[in-house]
């Protein structure tokens, strides 16, 4: 669109130009007879100025504009919708409604009178003319607003929150610059194209009707999500480039932020590894916005807790994973607090209402949180200990040292195991009661635990051998699947965060719960069997969000089926 946008400016000034100078040429060689029949007098036409064509500025119109609009509404737009009360996805449809608009001025004169009518009290007379340009570019910006990576997570976490400072301006302004700076190229590009090949210039009216056309084209398969079915037709050419760029240790230390002197030796640990490992010093609890559940409200050093051992819980009070596992804290409280176990909770929002102290207070009181909680909402700490997931627990040494880690629910038998070692090495004397009988007869004793689809973090599968970061066909293995194994069928695509479905994508799992749910992202469909029976179908469309794949009033042992859409992600699978 912006290759189009650059080449089609000047609304067939050029040919009228042309024909002009024609015109001029015409008469100079044949001056009209003079008056009375007589031969006219040749004489060298006075010199005129030359008429200079404006320049077409298109290009950098639709590209500044873009700049513009997506810095603007990534920044604001989130709270601009969430004050006024309206639907989430009005940027999207605004935007496509301008691409159609922009179409339609471009097949219609009269209606791009009409779009360039707010730019005419502009005095730049270049800036009016290019009035529909700016337009478009608005458009662009606004659909462009979604396309979300690493660097702008970051920047709409802020925006949502309202941390808009001088840094995550910068931040986005660049961002910004630097992607809309390859469009540029393509502008010019058109504009090049449109100056120098004469079929531009002699059918002008033609291409800008094809252009508009294809704009309104576009603007109608993005609102059906017709390109997300183009993409996944199409490899992804640029992955490789991409991995040999970011996936190094200097680009991730950049990139991230979380590798420092302090936490590097994390990377020994190994989420609920069936053993102590000894992974570094602990990262400082830092950038504490404020703390509760302790005395006077007053922070706790880790250096005052040495000789004790410290559980440290990231977690948040809305998640549903949290809530869980908080059962779990309070047994392990009440058994080994007297034994030398310290439980600290840091609070790290996800969401902006999670920021709130008044709203954590309560949260926690609800929840039955007594131990003492560090309200993160920098997220300082949690970069600190490297962490990405809600819940994930730290368990540290009487010396300071990070001994074992687990990230999401499950394995809590696993982990009461390790926090009674870690007692017995801190006072070999010390008397320890029982295990906490919810480790061994709740929910978890006997239902699947939550399962990453990564390609490093899976567990419990079988079948063809998983190949990381590239499409392989797999195949079920000949044998019923066992309890809390999963194998896959059809193509997939094995990544560290998500598992991509490719053509006749299949997933069983055979679980024990009583229910199911699968975190899942992009736009289709799955189709969910259980015991071979199709019993749902579930449309997917957005960012990755749980779903529920079955719901029964009791647990029991079943073989679920699970058949994808194309380009379908599946990240985690979670079971209650």
């Given at each position: ?47 005129k ?18 700049v ?13 919708i969430s004050a ?11 935007g ?29 007379r ?8 700016f337009?478009?570019g608005?458009g ?70 094809i252009a ?11 609102a ?6 183009i ?47 000894s ?39 809305s ?23 310290r ?28 131990w ?38 499950g394995?809590?038998d ?6 009674r ?31 990453y ?12 051998p ?19 194994r ?11 965060e ?19 749910n699968?975190?899942?992202?992009g ?23 749980l ?21 379908l ?7 209650g």
């Open positions: 669109m912006v290759f189009l946008a650059g080449g089609t400016g000047g609304k067939e000034t050029g040919r009228a130009g042309a024909e002009g100078a024609a015109e001029e040429r015409r008469t100079a060689d044949h001056p009209p007879p003079a008056a009375g029949g007589a031969p006219a007098v040749l004489t060298a036409p006075a010199p100025a030359p008429v200079r064509t404006p320049r077409n500025r298109r290009p950098y119109a639709v590209v500044a504009s873009l513009v609009s997506f810095a603007f509404f990534t920044l604001l737009g989130v709270t601009i006024l009360g309206l639907p989430q996805d009005i940027l999207r449809y605004i496509l409604g301008l691409l159609v608009l922009i179409g339609l001025g471009l097949i219609f004169p009269p209606v791009e009178r009409v779009l360039e009518k707010p730019f005419a009290r502009i005095p730049q270049q800036v009016n003319k290019e009035g529909s340009a337009a478009l608005l662009l910006g606004l659909l462009y607003v979604p396309c979300a990576g690493p660097v702008l997570a970051a920047i709409t976490v802020a925006g949502a929150r309202g941390e808009i400072s001088a840094d995550i301006v910068v931040l986005t302004l660049s961002f910004a610059l630097g992607t809309t700076a390859p469009l540029l190229v393509f502008a010019l590009a058109g504009r090049r194209v449109a100056e120098r090949v004469a079929a531009f210039r002699k059918r002008a009216r033609g291409l800008r009707v508009g056309s294809l704009m309104i084209v576009l603007a109608l398969g993005l059906f999500d017709v390109t997300a079915t993409q996944r037709s199409l490899p992804d050419y640029t992955s490789g480039v991409q991995k040999k760029i970011e996936d190094n240790e200097t680009a991730r230390q950049q990139l991230s932020g979380l590798y420092d002197d302090s936490n590097k030796e994390l990377s020994r640990c190994q989420d609920g590894a069936d053993e102590l490992r992974c570094g010093k602990a990262p400082a609890l830092e950038g504490i916005d404020s703390w509760f559940n302790t005395p006077g409200d007053q922070p706790v050093d880790l250096k005052s807790l040495r000789g004790k051992v410290t559980l440290i819980d990231f977690w948040t009070y998640c549903i994973n949290c809530q869980r596992a908080v059962p779990h804290l309070q047994d392990w409280e009440r058994a080994y607090k007297d034994a030398g176990l439980i600290i909770g840091v609070h790290s929002p996800e969401f902006a209402f999670e920021k709130k102290r008044s709203n954590v207070i309560s949260g926690a009181k609800k929840l039955g949180v007594t003492p909680v560090a309200l993160d909402n920098k997220l300082t700490t949690w970069d600190n200990y490297r962490n990405r997931f809600w819940p994930a627990k730290y368990l540290i040494d009487a010396q300071g040292t990070v001994r074992y880690f687990k990230f999401g629910e394995q809590y696993q982990t009461e195991k390790m926090i070692e870690l007692l017995r090495q801190a006072d070999p004397t010390v008397v320890l009661p029982k295990p906490t009988g919810r480790a061994m007869d709740d929910l978890t004793a006997d239902r699947t635990p939550e399962t689809l990564s390609n490093l973090r899976i567990r419990g599968y079988v079948g063809t998983l190949t990381g970061g590239k499409p392989a066909v797999y195949r079920f293995p000949k044998e019923p699947l066992p309890v809390n999963l194998s896959l069928a059809g193509t997939w695509t094995a990544g560290y998500h598992f991509t479905a490719g053509a006749e994508a299949r997933l069983a799992f055979t679980y024990r719960a009583k229910n199911a699968l975190v899942l992202a736009t289709g469909k799955v189709t969910v069997l259980v015991d071979g029976k199709a019993t749902k179908t579930i449309s997917v469309s957005g960012s990755p969000t779903h529920r794949l079955t719901d029964d009033e009791d647990p029991r042992t079943a073989r679920l089926e699970i058949r994808f859409d194309q380009g992600e599946a990240y985690a699978f979670t079971f």
